[in-house]
C-alpha cells in the first residue's frame, strides 16, 4: 500500500509517521517548510475542555501520545502536562462550565470545580477577582515549533520520504491513483491525504468537494523572560472569546485571546498582528495575572488557520473520489489534535475503519 500526504503541519507529518508504522510506503509533500503553517504560529495549548463533544475521543486519543511523544519521536517536544486553568468570572459561565463537566464526564474528561480559596491556595497571583475555575489536571502544553520537524524526522527515520520547499503544479486522479507534480519531481500512489490545513479547500475543490472555510489568524504575543511562576496553562470559561496563557520553562509568558482573529488572504497566507488591538489583549491578560501589569511584550504573531463555517475540522475519505481522505480544517484547535489525526487517519487509511468516531467530521456534511 502507499500514499502521498499532501501538506507538512502538525497534521500532515503525524499521518505520514503513523501511516509509515503501519508498513504504508509514504510521500510527504510540502510546498513550503515542514511545519511552518499554522503549526508553527500555535499557541500550544493541548486542552480538551469546552471542545465540542464530538471531539472529545479523538482528544482523548491525541492526549495518550502527547503523553509517549518523546519515546515515539526520540527527542523532548516540550510537552508539560502542567493542566489547564480555566477561570470564571461570573454566574452564567460557572452554570455552563458545570453542564459542560457533566457531559463531558461520560467522554472521559474530568474537570475539577476549584472555589476561589481553593483557587487562590493552589494559584496565588492568579484570577484575583474569579468566583470559581475549573481545573484539568492532565492537560498542559508543548512547543509548537519542534513537533512538526519531530514527526517529519521520525517518519523519515520509518521510512517515509519526505519531500519539503516542492511547489506543487498539478493534482490529479489517475487509473491507479493519484498524480502530483512538483518543482522538485512527479509522484505517484493509490491513495492521497489531503492535510493543507487552511489551503485543504483548495485540494477538496479540485475533486468537486466544497467546504465553507476562511482563513483567519489568530494574534498571539509574548513577554520578555520573567521569573517562573505560572505552572498551568491558564484560560477563562466565558461566551466571549477570553484572554489565555501560559509560562514557559524559560520565563516568557505567551498569551493570545480575547480580540477579534485577523483577516488573512489564503494566497499568499501569510498572517499580520494588528498591533492597535494589543491594548484590549494586554487588559484582558492582566484579569488573569495582575502581577504582570509591567512586562515588556516583546513579539506579536499570527498565523493562518482554516476556520470551517460549523467549526468542526474535515476529516475522513473523500464523498467523490475514491482513495482520496481529508484532514484539514481544525478551525485553532488543531494542535492538541494532532497526534491523534495522524494515528486516527493512518488507521482509517491503512486498516480501512478507524475506531475513534470520525463521522461528525465528514466532508460529505456539506454536500447537499
Ligand atoms: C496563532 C495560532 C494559535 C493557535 N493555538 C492553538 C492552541 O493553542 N491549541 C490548539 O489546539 N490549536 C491551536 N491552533 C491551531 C493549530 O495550530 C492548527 O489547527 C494546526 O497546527 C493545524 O495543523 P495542519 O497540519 O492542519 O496545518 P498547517 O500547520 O497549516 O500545515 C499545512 C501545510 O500544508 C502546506 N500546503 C498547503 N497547500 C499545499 C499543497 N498544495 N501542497 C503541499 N503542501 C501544501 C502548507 O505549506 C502547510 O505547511 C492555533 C493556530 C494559530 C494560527
Redesign the pocket.
Given at each position: 500500500m502507499d500514499a502521498i500526504v499532501?501538506?507538512?503541519?502538525?497534521?500532515?507529518t503525524a499521518s505520514a509517521y503513523f501511516l509509515t508504522r503501519r508498513g504504508v510506503r509514504v510521500t510527504l509533500?510540502?510546498?513550503?517548510?515542514?511545519?511552518?503553517?499554522?503549526?508553527?504560529?500555535?499557541?500550544?495549548?493541548?486542552?480538551r475542555s469546552g471542545r465540542h463533544l464530538s471531539q472529545l475521543p479523538l482528544a482523548a486519543r491525541s492526549l495518550a501520545l502527547w503523553n509517549e511523544a518523546e519515546t515515539l519521536l526520540g527527542r523532548d517536544v516540550e510537552f508539560q502536562p502542567t493542566g489547564h486553568l480555566r477561570l470564571i468570572f461570573d454566574a452564567d459561565s460557572l452554570e455552563d462550565m458545570r453542564s459542560y463537566a457533566q457531559a463531558a464526564q461520560a467522554e472521559g474528561l474530568v474537570l475539577d470545580e476549584l472555589d476561589p480559596a481553593e483557587l487562590h491556595a493552589r494559584f496565588p497571583g492568579i484570577g484575583p477577582d474569579a468566583i470559581a475555575a475549573s481545573f484539568s489536571p492532565r492537560d498542559g502544553s508543548a512547543n509548537?515549533r519542534l513537533i512538526?520537524p519531530a514527526f517529519a524526522d521520525a517518519a523519515a527515520r520509518a521510512g517515509a520520504s519526505v519531500i519539503d520547499e516542492a511547489p506543487?503544479s498539478d493534482?490529479r486522479r489517475t487509473g491507479t491513483g493519484f498524480t502530483v507534480e512538483t518543482a522538485k519531481g512527479t509522484f505517484h500512489a493509490a491513495h492521497l491525504l489531503n492535510?493543507?490545513?487552511?489551503?485543504?479547500r483548495?485540494?477538496a475543490a479540485r475533486f468537486g468537494e466544497d467546504v465553507p472555510l476562511e482563513t483567519w489568524?489568530?494574534?498571539?504575543a509574548v513577554t520578555e523572560p520573567l521569573p517562573h511562576r505560572i505552572a498551568p496553562v491558564v484560560g477563562v470559561w466565558s461566551q466571549a472569546h477570553g484572554a489565555y496563557l501560559r509560562q514557559v520553562e524559560r520565563g516568557n509568558v505567551v498569551f493570545?485571546g480575547a480580540v477579534d482573529r485577523v483577516r488573512v488572504a489564503e494566497e499568499p497566507g501569510y498572517?499580520r498582528p494588528d498591533p492597535a488591538r494589543l491594548p484590549a489583549q494586554v487588559a484582558a491578560v492582566l484579569k488573569l495575572v495582575p502581577a504582570l501589569a509591567d512586562v515588556a511584550i516583546i513579539r506579536q504573531?499570527?498565523?493562518?488557520?482554516g476556520y470551517v463555517a460549523d467549526a468542526l475540522p474535515v476529516m475522513g475519505p473523500s464523498g467523490t473520489t475514491p482513495g482520496l481522505f481529508h484532514?484539514?480544517g481544525?478551525?485553532?484547535?488543531?494542535?492538541?489534535?494532532?497526534p491523534g489525526v495522524g494515528s486516527a487517519m493512518a488507521e482509517l487509511i491503512a486498516a480501512g475503519q478507524c475506531e475513534t468516531p470520525l463521522e461528525d467530521f465528514s466532508i460529505t456534511r456539506f454536500a447537499a
Open positions: 499532501l501538506g507538512g503541519g502538525l497534521m500532515g509533500i510540502e510546498r513550503a517548510r515542514i511545519g511552518a503553517g499554522a503549526t508553527v504560529a500555535s499557541f500550544g495549548n493541548i486542552r509548537p512538526g506543487v493534482i492535510c493543507a490545513g487552511a489551503w485543504g483548495a485540494i489568524g489568530p494574534q498571539m493570545g498572517a504573531w499570527s498565523g493562518c488557520e484532514a484539514f481544525f478551525c485553532g484547535h488543531g494542535f492538541q489534535l494532532g
